[in-house]
């Protein structure tokens, strides 16, 4: 099942979703209702009965107010023209591509009376070992523009991964924000939800920015973002249906579908490689030779012929892939599995473009052989250094 698999990197999910969850944890957001066309965002602004709303477009990337995706909007008719303006455009900032992602929802939400703006963040510390709450004064401005101009604005607890949140340091986030009486009291069950939430839910990022002081004193999330653990989902299956397959490379999709990991990249180069290991170290060697690769594909250790051949397929879908590299080490894998699956791929797709083969391992010179009796264009390499150097000297040849 597409979205229950062990993922290596995280899931995202949308604005209005993160809100859904983090109310279940008793944290005050600003509400308000999707709308998949200008007259749903139309009746969503009847339905709030506010004077003031937000129509926010719906994709899993940041910095959509700087990009025209935030809009404040005072009637029913503003809303639905401005939900109009926005659904359907692909909607650049600067956390998409160039070339932007598609709105296929809005997010009409209250419009706040807004007296601060802060930034309040989870993330897992790599070097720590451990969850840090990040707060800061400076709402609204990414957290590493303010980590690499005034990191002394950050103020960073760790969390104890199963207690969470302590209460003095919920108080000592309050006082670092400048809060006082009421909102100070409203700020420490916030920061204490959002703690849970994290943890409970297996997260890899909660961030809340900005987190608002309204005029009337209210600590409201604003904005909501969060990234799951996709290693944890299967402990998660509500959480693992809120996957927006829309949002996500549909060559990510499809791997994900056959096990095998791929992370679509910017370069020319299409690499198939076992291992996480051995992916990284072919990226570097490609990029030594002057090379960039054009994804990260680890086809696993167990995989069949059937594996290999979709990992294949998926390579060769990308316009921008101008040349292969594939680069096994046959351990409980088997070099002729592999030849196998590489000649059968080749064929189903006439590739055009060169393919560098290099085995090693368990079955090799079967393999080599397979490869060799094929009748196909395939340049076999004896090395990694000498893999990445054909095939980074083929596609250069192309250009
Ligand atoms: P992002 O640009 O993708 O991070 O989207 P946000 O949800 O953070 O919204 C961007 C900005 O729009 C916020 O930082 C606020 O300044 C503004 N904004 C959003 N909702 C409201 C609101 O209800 N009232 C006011 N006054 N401003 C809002
Ligand atoms: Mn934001």
């Known amino acids: 099942m597409v979205g229950l698999n062990p993922r290596p990197y995280p ?3 949308h604005e209005y979703q993160a809100k859904e969850i983090l109310e279940n944890y008793g944290v005050r957001v ?5 709308a ?18 937000v129509v926010k477009a719906q994709i899993h990337a940041g910095g959509r107010g700087k990009g025209g995706g935030v809009k404040l909007v005072r009637s029913a008719a503003e809303a639905a023209e401005e939900a109009g303006a926005m659904l359907g455009m692909m909607l650049k900032t600067p956390q998409t591509g160039p070339e932007g992602q598609k709105v296929r929802k809005v997010f009409v939400a209250e419009g706040l009376d807004l007296a601060q703006e802060f930034y309040l963040g989870i993330a897992l510390d790599r070097r720590l070992g451990q969850p840090v709450m990040m707060v800061s004064a400076e709402g609204g401005v990414e957290i590493e523009e303010v980590a690499a ?8 607890l760790p969390l104890d991964p199963r207690q969470g949140l302590l209460p003095y340091q919920a108080r000592r986030a309050a006082f670092f ?3 006082q009486g009421g909102t100070f009291k409203k700020a420490l069950s916030f920061l204490q939800g959002l703690s849970r939430a994290y943890l409970e839910l297996d997260c890899s990022l909660a961030e809340i920015n900005p987190l608002v002081i309204t005029e009337d004193g209210e600590v409201v999330a604003l904005d909501a973002k969060i990234n799951f653990d996709g290693s944890a989902l299967y402990r998660h299956p509500k959480v693992a249906a809120m996957r927006d397959v829309h949002e996500e490379d549909p060559k ?24 996480a290991g051995l992916a990284m170290a072919t990226m570097d060697t490609i990029q030594l030779h002057g090379g960039s690769p054009a994804n990260f594909l680890d086809v696993g250790g167990g995989a069949e012929e059937e594996n290999i051949t979709e990992a294949f397929r998926i390579l060769i879908s990308d316009p921008n892939v101008k040349g292969i590299l594939v680069n096994i080490f046959g351990g ?13 791929a080749a064929r189903n797709v006439e590739l055009k473009i060169p393919l560098v083969v290099r085995l090693e391992g368990t079955n090799v010179k079967e393999g080599r052989q397979l490869l060799a009796e ?13 893999a990445a150097r054909m095939v980074c000297e083929a596609v250069h040849a192309l250009a």
């Open 11 to 13: 899931m995202k999910i």
């Open 30 to 34: 600003q509400s308000g209702v999707v």
């Open 36 to 53: 998949e066309s200008p007259e749903q965002a139309a009746a969503a602004f009847e339905q709030l009965g506010m004077p003031l709303a």
């Open 149 to 156: 101009s005034n990191p002394e604005a950050i103020l960073r």
């Open 177 to 179: 924000l400048g809060l």
């Open 252 to 275: 990510e999709v499809e791997a994900s579908k056959f096990d095998l990991n791929y992370i679509a990249l910017e370069g020319n180069i299409g690499c198939m490689v076992n291992g």
């Open 332 to 344: 409980i894998m088997r070099c002729d599995v592999i030849a196998r699956g590489v000649i059968a």
């Open 374 to 386: 094929s009748g196909l264009a395939i340049s076999p390499a004896t090395s990694l250094d000498e």
